[in-house]
């Protein structure tokens, strides 16, 4: 039997080529996303040339704004360990609430003018959302209770409540204040829609507070090994809390673009919300383990799934009912490769 080969240290010399390749391995594996959403695209190009668009771009980028926002709060969340499932009965909530608050404003006594109407309700999903999030954030590390367990908990309480507002039909904004509010998901700027600016500005924020404040060193610092943070004298209990009201925040904007798309809500309203959430965060590389978090990734796995709905409703490769299978798939499949990363 031949010896294995050593480096001049005495080191393996193949394990020793395996670290020298290891920075070069993480670039690739980090290339992966947009490598997938660059031949996904070539792929839609192909089977429909509809699809390489600029009108279809900005169709996907619109519909991609809603679950983009709320993926990139919900980073900061499962880079620190956690998971919040109650994202979607959340925005469907808030925009309940919005809605009952501006008709009951529009139909007072001396109503205020629609357009203070509108920025009132948008005040309102910003405090609801952030008292939702501040009471996960409250109930997990004071409380002492999974997060997961928590988040299914108020899943079905929020969904809950919003189909006894709306007597199990449709809460409906008035006509006027449709008018006032719409621009807010149908104008545009530079000819790029106002939904696309908002997910972009969120999405920059997000890059700066991860990577280059300590806020989001502790953030990943917490969900590489809790323990070693206390140690560190991190302030975890008041990180975690912040990620879950960061993710609050995240929803109530998601929400105040999505309420004037349609000017309504219905006990349907952002269901499987937290799924493209979920899967659109470990689609870019955050580690459902906790401990890295990488916004870019996750902008650029909300596009993918979204290019995939979209790809599946130009074609008729397989039916747009099997969307949510697809993205089940995708998290299952993502997970698995990152089984072995911490």
């Excluded at 020793?16 to 290891?22: S, V």
């Excluded at 980090?30 to 660059?38: F, H, Q, S, Y």
């Excluded at 929803?251 to 959430?277: C, H």
Aim: aromatic share 6%; hydrophobic share 55%.
């Amino acid at each position: 039997m031949q010896p294995t080969p050593t480096t001049e240290g005495g080191a393996d010399l193949p394990a020793a080529r395996l670290r020298a390749a290891g920075p070069a391995l993480a670039r690739f594996k980090g290339a992966g996303p947009i490598v997938a959403l660059i031949l996904l695209c070539i792929a839609g190009a192909l089977l429909n040339p509809g699809f390489a668009t600029f009108d279809n771009l900005m169709n996907v980028l619109t519909r991609t704004a809603f679950i983009g926002i709320i993926a990139v709060g919900m980073t900061f969340v499962i880079a620190s360990g956690g998971i919040d499932l109650s994202v979607g009965s959340m925005a469907a909530l808030i925009a309940g609430v919005m809605i009952v608050a501006m008709n009951a404003l529009a139909l007072g006594a001396a109503p205020p003018s629609p357009l203070a109407i509108v920025v009132l309700g948008i005040a309102l999903a910003l405090v609801f959302g952030a008292v939702a999030g501040v009471t996960h954030g409250f109930l997990v590390t004071h409380g002492r209770i999974e997060p997961f367990i928590v988040t299914l908990g108020t899943l079905g309480i929020f969904r809950a409540v919003l189909t006894w507002l709306s007597d199990g039909g449709a809460l409906t904004l008035d006509f006027n204040l449709s008018e006032t509010y719409g621009p807010v998901y149908y104008q545009s700027v530079l000819g790029v829609p106002v939904p696309v600016w908002i997910f972009a500005l969120v999405a920059a924020a997000g890059v700066v507070i991860l990577n280059r404040t300590p806020f989001g060193q502790h953030v990943q610092a917490i969900g590489s090994n809790e323990q070693v943070a206390r140690y560190a004298s991190i302030r975890v209990d008041r990180v975690k809390t912040l990620t879950y009201l960061l993710l609050g925040v995240c929803v109530a904007i998601a929400t105040i673009l999505y309420v004037p798309r349609l000017g309504s809500a219905t006990p349907t309203t952002g269901i499987l919300w937290e799924l493209e959430a979920i899967a659109a965060v470990v689609v870019g590389g955050t580690s459902l383990k906790g401990g890295s978090g990488r916004i870019v990734g996750t902008v650029i796995g909300a596009i993918l799934l979204s290019v995939i709905g979209n790809i599946l409703n130009l074609t008729s490769i397989i039916s747009v009912y099997l969307n949510a299978a697809v993205q089940g798939v995708v998290i299952i499949t993502v997970a698995y490769l990152q089984r072995g990363r911490r």
